[in-house]
């Protein structure tokens, strides 16, 4: 993303952030013919509503942005940098003298004003007018952009149309990033994969004509090691269970789990966090041909245990088993899986919320305060032992798609679980990594869910050592 704050203030338009239970107040403070003007055209300072004030020589002299109530803003995040976002073309500073706003909030409009203004034009370019904002006072600029590229990374990443982003291109994408920080990534693709022991991201993407690999990026020299694995299914047609076409239309985000984590590692880097990171991606396409795998076959995962397949569609799980074997292989001191992982977890919470799983009290509770801090929500799920014995078939270790209809995502969860075995802190998010509406701050598209929250959670998990 290209610089979005200005450090200069000058000719900036101020934009007054107005609460409902302030407006009149509020326009008692502005000229006559303004305060006027406002109440003509009916501005009730509902959340993100804006009115331009002109100033009598045809430019806009000032726009009020509304707040609404307190109940309204905690409804609606992000409402007011959106409104920001939504202005013509031009530089805006907030007038915070008048509208009295808190810091938390300040914090809050000026990233909603950074996320409003993603726009993803790679098949459909048309030239916007540049909105730019002066930083507000207090706030570091250069904090809030780093988070908002990782942002805008991930969402460019879940966006792009399958057939621009297959493993390669994802592989492209690590690279890339790599580059930009100096990391260092290594890939193992194709029949190698069975050489360094992953088979089951080489049989879940073995049938496609995109050769899978797992992509493996490093960064930093000191400092405790986090690891980061993300579900990088670039395209899931279900495999031999075959996904009916309406519900096969949105599985270009299926690597939205690969997304988010390039995009957390984005932050991270980008903030010179001092942590040793390290990211791996298992990336495939879950396709169809004479070689793919079947409904009854058992495999063998890295980590030895094996795998009774009752539905091919349920293949998440088994790539990220084989990277998250090799995760734990390293005892990082804190590992986070993310993934597009089961439709039970919509069913439970919708798309909004992002549920988590963790058996470390510190570390949940240090996530869900950051999520409530930055706007992030997310949502602590069980990992109930009991359901252990769901996912037992009599035939082998573990079985990938247990029956029964219930408790979908925990028992998913449950699966990864065997997996980081050895790793004290580990938490696996189950996202969903698209917004099916509108939103403030977040377009219908690609959405990046529990990073930020992961962010600004790590240096007081990483602090606890």
């Not at 949105?250 to 903030?271: Q, S």
């Not at 009854?296 to 990220?320: F, K, M, P, Q, Y």
Request: charged content about 20%; aromatic content about 6%; proline content about 7%.
């Amino acid at each position: 993303m290209t610089r979005q704050f200005s450090p200069d203030s000058a000719a900036a338009v101020p934009v007054i952030p107005v609460a409902s239970d302030g407006l009149e107040a509020a326009l008692s403070n502005l000229p006559p013919e303004q305060a006027d003007w406002a109440r003509r055209v009916g501005f009730a300072a509902g959340p993100g509503e804006t009115c331009a004030l002109p100033d009598g020589q045809g430019n806009i002299g000032a726009v009020l942005a509304g707040r609404g109530t307190g109940a309204a803003r905690a409804r609606k995040r992000f409402a007011l940098g959106a409104a920001l976002a939504a202005l013509p073309g031009g530089l805006y500073r907030l007038d915070l003298d008048a509208g009295q706003m808190p810091m938390a909030e300040r914090e809050e409009t000026a990233l909603g004003f950074l996320l409003a203004g993603y726009r993803f034009d790679r098949y459909k370019g048309s030239p916007v007018p540049k909105v730019r904002l002066v930083v507000p006072e207090g706030l570091d600029a250069d904090a809030l952009e780093t988070i908002a590229a990782g942002e805008w990374l991930t969402r460019d990443l879940i966006n792009t149309a399958p057939n621009d982003m297959g493993p390669q291109e994802l592989e492209g994408a690590a690279r890339a990033l790599a580059e930009r920080f100096g990391a260092f990534v290594a890939v193992t693709t194709g029949e190698d994969l069975l050489t360094a022991n992953f088979p089951l991201i080489h049989t879940v993407g073995r049938a496609s004509a995109r050769a899978p690999r797992l992509i493996d990026m490093r960064w930093g020299d000191s400092g405790p090691q986090v690891t980061l694995v993300g579900k990088g299914v670039c395209f899931d047609t279900g495999g031999l269970n075959l996904k009916p076409g309406g519900s096969m239309g949105l599985m270009k985000k299926d690597m939205g789990g690969a997304a988010t984590v390039l995009g957390l590692a984005r932050m991270i880097m980008g903030a010179g966090m001092a942590v040793r990171l390290r990211v791996l991606i298992p990336a495939v396409e879950n396709a169809v041909s004479g070689n793919a795998f079947r409904p009854g076959d058992i495999l063998t995962a890295r980590s030895g245990l094996t795998v009774e397949i009752n539905n091919t569609d349920a293949e998440g799980r088994l790539v990220l088993a084989d990277a998250l074997s090799l995760a734990a292989e390293d005892t990082p001191d804190l590992l986070i899986c993310m993934a597009t992982l089961t439709g039970a977890a919509r069913a439970a919470v919708g798309p909004d919320l992002a549920p988590f799983y963790t058996d470390d009290e510190a570390l949940a509770g240090s996530l869900g305060e950051a999520a409530g801090r930055v706007a992030d929500p997310v949502w602590r799920m069980p990992f109930h032992d009991p359901y252990e014995t769901m996912i037992e078939p009599a035939t082998a270790d573990l079985d990938n798609a247990p029956g029964g209809g219930f408790a979908g995502s925990i028992t998913a969860a449950l699966f990864l679980r065997r997996f980081a075995a050895g790793v004290e802190r580990f938490a696996h998010f189950d996202i969903y990594g698209w917004q099916p509406n509108d939103a403030p701050a977040r377009p219908k598209g690609g959405v990046g869910q529990g990073a930020r929250a992961i962010f600004a959670a790590l240096p007081r998990i990483i602090g606890d050592d």
